[in-house]
């Protein structure tokens, strides 16, 4: 049970088990609940960002859109997507045309989704701001990762 629960989830931030394995000894070691701690590195990735304000159609677009240094965090090129953000942060996307037109494509196609409450975004802009930490309850809610603590527990 806790193995598909991690798969499932690894599959969805689109993570190597290395990736996943290391987020999830950091959490450990961060103290509060492992579990939300760890659902709450996993939701402050860049890419994960990236994908929420919606200028990436998916978590892979989102991925391809920072590593092809597409995306900027408070002014600066960044071209991670394990990138971690703070509450605070400014992501947008640079402003050269290739790059805002990637953006709008994927804003188009993705106009029903909003983002989250934890994020801000600035409609016109190509920017958004990571407002506080999510909370569980803001988070994927048919993950169960009290199954994922235990898988890596035994």
């Not at 002014?75 to 640079?94: N, T």
Request: charged share 30%; hydrophobic share 35%.
């Amino acid at each position: 049970m806790g193995l598909t629960e991690k798969q499932k989830l690894r599959f969805m931030y689109g993570l190597t088990e290395k990736q996943f394995r290391l987020t999830f000894e950091r959490a450990k070691r961060q103290g509060g609940v492992t579990g939300e701690v760890f659902m709450q590195m996993l939701e402050l990735r860049l890419d994960n960002i990236v994908y929420l304000l919606g200028f990436g159609r998916t978590r892979k677009a989102a991925r391809q859109l920072v590593t092809h240094g597409h995306v900027q965090v408070n002014g600066q090129k960044v071209d991670i997507p394990s990138f971690a953000c703070k509450p605070g942060d400014v992501v947008e996307v640079r402003e050269k045309s290739s790059s805002r037109q990637l953006a709008q494509r994927s804003l188009d196609e993705s106009a029903l989704r909003n983002p989250p409450a934890w994020l801000d975004r600035v409609d016109g802009a190509f920017k958004g701001t990571v407002n506080r930490l999510p909370i569980r309850d803001e988070m994927d809610k048919t993950i169960n990762e009290q199954l994922i603590v235990e898988f890596y527990s035994r």
